[in-house]
């Protein structure tokens, strides 16, 4: 049996409604994700297993394909080491890589996870979106709403929350 290879992408993914009703297997789903809060925001790759858990708590969290320019934005401003302090070029060149946007390279073509870095916190806190959210939260993002999958149009998303 043939079983294309699929290549791995980038997948950026925010959670952007509470879970207070949520079902457990839902919640549970986004602990796994690292995802405890409102506007929290994981990088993962595109692996089977990563899909199945974003369809599973599709209502609660919004997804796309980010570029290197988001993912090196989001680097500089937003990621923690271990003890809250801000991620230095000390440290990325302690790892191996010569600046953040090498760092931003590796993670966008899947060269290295974000969460198996030593010693960085795997979640990115990230401000509401400026001028809000455009459409309800509760609703797909092809039905007008912000939930579910948006490709491309999470660059747009993340820019304004960073």
Known sequence: ????????????????????????????TLQFLHLSHTNHAVIIDSRAAYK???QRVNSYVTWGEPTKETVSMMLQKRAKLAGDKKLTDEYIQ?????????????IVTCKTQFQKLPDIVPRFRLHPPSK??????KRGFNAGGEAGYRGEAINELVKRMV
């Not at 302690?94 to 590796?106: E, F, Q, R």
């Open 52 to 54: 199945g858990m974003l």
């Open 1 to 28: 049996m043939a079983q294309k290879t699929e290549e791995c992408k980038c997948i950026v993914v925010v959670k952007i409604t509470g879970t207070i009703r949520a079902q457990r297997e839902a919640r549970e």
């Open 94 to 106: 302690k790892i191996g890589y010569t600046s953040i946007d090498d760092l931003a390279d590796a």
């Open 132 to 137: 809000g959210y455009k459409g309800k939260t």
